[in-house]
């Protein structure tokens, strides 16, 4: 009878095994879609940014940073005004968000397949 329980016993606990290595290997597929999609996304993003900053002009107004620093430094508050008004703000917004996602989700992808990797030995 003892034999019967403990082989029963170890048939629930590699059935508890599998179900939890098969979540982690999809958890983790998502999550390496996730951080590939993130990361294709983000070099449209830059391109976007880029193209943005030289029509908004944030380029000339940094400039005078290094050219002007006199007339800057009297007018540093209309000038830090001008450079955030001239700052693509969405898509920097866009960007980090897009990093956060990048970062994560490889974080959790490391986690589950240090997971399957416990598991298959």
């Known amino acids: ?6 082989y029963l016993e170890s048939r629930i606990l ?6 939890k ?3 982690a290997r999809a958890k983790m597929l998502v999550g390496r879609v996730l951080s590939g999609v ?3 996304a983000l070099f449209p993003i830059f391109i976007n940014i880029f193209s ?13 940073v290094f050219t002007d620093t006199s007339t ?3 007018y540093w508050k209309e000038f830090s005004l001008s450079l955030v008004d001239a700052l693509p703000i969405v898509s920097v917004g866009l960007v980090f968000a897009l990093l956060l996602v990048l970062l994560t989700s ?3 992808s490391i986690q589950d397949y240090k997971l ?3 598991y298959e030995f």
């Open 116 to 118: 399957i990797k416990s």
């Open 38 to 40: 993130s990361f294709v």
């Open 52 to 64: 943005q900053l030289q029509t908004s002009g944030f380029w000339n107004y940094l400039s005078l």
């Open 72 to 74: 800057v430094a009297v």
């Open 106 to 108: 490889l974080r959790f």
């Open 1 to 6: 009878m003892k034999d019967n329980l403990d």
């Open 21 to 23: 290595l098969k979540r």
């Open 14 to 19: 590699n059935q508890i095994n599998e179900i």
